[in-house]
């Protein structure tokens, strides 16, 4: 995942404003089992990757407090369906429609003991996918992460620990939605390595997260590995 931020030099109750958008890559494996009647266990696999579902954030504001140590971001997170999607593919790059994602990011990184906690905290609001006239339902998700900082080289590493709660609190609806309204739960902790450090004018950042799934209702069960790679100029 690629993001990018700029901060703009408007004041917006008393908090920077900035827009910004996040370029992701995929690379998924699916494999599914399901057993029918007289025809035994059927096992299907697939495989996908490229560009993902690309979000962008028009409006974004940001506080700082206790010496720049606690950072508070209001954000208004978009989707947009910019990933491949076939809707008789196991694995696709992309989800297929629009999601519109308010949240609040509330991250303490100490500069003199180098703890950090960070979470982030938001609702998720899909529409239809128009290929399959399905609407998912809405999702509140919670992520978090703990970690311990320290100088190494010309940078600062971290080392933690991150994990993740999504529960969806309205069903699946549309003409597609044969089943019933699905309500998916899935919630997941794993380590998360960090690497930050600034060069002249130019500072960068990068993290990578191995999740995987502690638990999962009416979701696929499987594990998560993120890299992000951030620069500030």
Avoid: C
């Avoid at 057993?35 to 504001?61: C, K, M, N, Y």
């Avoid at 949240?103 to 239809?128: A, P, R």
């Avoid at 978090?144 to 010309?154: D, E, S, W």
């Amino acid at each position: 995942m690629l993001p990018g931020f700029w901060v703009t030099p408007l004041k917006v109750l008393g908090a920077n404003y900035a827009v910004g958008a996040a370029i992701p890559f995929v690379w998924a494996d699916v494999e599914a089992e399901l057993t029918l009647p007289r025809v035994g266990t059927v096992r299907r696999s697939d495989s996908a990757s490229g560009l993902g579902d690309i979000e962008f954030w028009p409006v974004t504001l940001a506080w700082s407090a206790l010496n720049n140590d606690l950072h508070v971001d209001a954000l208004f997170g978009i989707y947009a369906p910019s990933g491949n999607f076939e809707k008789n593919r196991l694995a696709n790059q992309g989800l297929g429609y629009w999601t519109f994602d308010p949240g609040v990011l509330v991250s303490y990184l100490g500069q003199k003991n180098g703890f950090e906690f960070t979470t982030y905290i938001g609702t998720s609001f899909n529409v239809e996918n128009p290929t399959t006239d399905y609407t998912s339902g809405d999702v509140f998700h919670i992520d978090a992460t703990v970690a311990q900082h320290l100088p190494l080289g010309k940078g600062i590493i971290g080392v933690g620990a991150n994990g993740f709660y999504l529960k969806q609190f309205t069903g699946d609806s549309g003409s597609g939605a044969r089943l019933g309204g699905f309500e998916l739960m899935t919630s997941g902790v794993g380590p998360v390595l960090s690497y930050a450090a600034q060069f002249d004018k130019i500072g960068f950042a990068a993290e990578v997260k191995w999740l995987p799934q502690i638990g999962a209702e009416k979701t696929l069960n499987g594990n998560y590995i993120w890299f992000k790679l951030g620069v500030q100029f």
